[in-house]
Every structure is written in C-alpha cells, then in structure tokens.
C-alpha cells in the first residue's frame, strides 16, 4: 500500500501562483509513477500531469500545458506541481496519484491506470 498525503490548496487571485505536495510513504518511491488530477464541482475528474519514476518525462492535460510543472522530489518521497498564472477555472479538487504500472502515451490520462489516490486539496482562484 502507498499512503499519499497532498498539502498546499488555498484561495488564490487570478493571475497568482501555488505550489501543492504530495508526501508518499509505506512503499519504494520510485517503484511508482506519479500524477495529478483535479475534479471541479459537477465535473469529471481531469487529467493535470504525470511523472514517471527518475523524473525523465513529464505529460500535461492541454488545460495546463505552459502554466503548470510537475516535478518529484526521490530523496524525500514527494511529487509537487506548480502552478502559475492560475486562472478561475482552474478551482477545483486537486488529487495525488500514483501508479506502479507503466505510462504510456495513450493511457497516461486515463485515472483507471493508477492505483492509490491522496485525500485531495482545494484550489480556489479567485477572478
């Protein structure tokens, strides 16, 4: 089992940046890749990013591309995205994820490849 933990959600205005982290524990940490998702009110949960295990490649939902980074941290067990130049549709639930399957480049966004998900964050961006 792996136990995710996302800290770093907060009200923010249009324009601002956040930084969430994902502190993983219980097994290897690069034995995962790892990703985030975000799930509005009403809406289906959404692909953000994605990085594999040694941080060699990174993937983006098109919503985010240019605005948000991915990136992970081995050596304390954490994946972070940034984000920037947030904007309102941008609120939403943000949730950890991690997976021990392979990414692929048509099934990385898929949230049925991964198999352990944090509690989540709120953002909120405010216009």
């Known amino acids: 089992q792996v136990q995710l933990v996302d800290t770093g959600g907060g009200l923010v205005q249009a324009g601002g940046s956040l930084r969430l982290s994902c502190a993983a524990s219980g097994r290897t940490f690069t034995d995962y890749n790892m990703g985030w998702f975000r799930q509005a009110p009403g809406k289906e949960r959404e692909f953000v990013a994605c990085?594999?295990?040694?941080?060699?490649?990174?993937y983006y939902g098109d919503s985010v591309k240019g605005r948000f980074t991915i990136s992970r941290e081995n050596a304390k067990n954490t994946v972070y995205l940034q984000m920037n130049s947030l904007k309102p549709e941008d609120t939403a639930v943000y949730y950890c994820?991690?997976?021990?399957?392979?990414?692929?480049?048509?099934?990385?966004?898929?949230?049925?490849?991964?198999?352990?998900w944090g509690q989540g964050t709120q953002v909120t961006v405010s216009s």
């Open positions: 994820t991690a997976t021990g399957r392979s990414i692929y480049s048509n099934t990385y966004f898929d949230s049925a490849q991964y198999d352990y």
């Open positions: 990085i594999t295990w040694n941080g060699g490649s990174t």
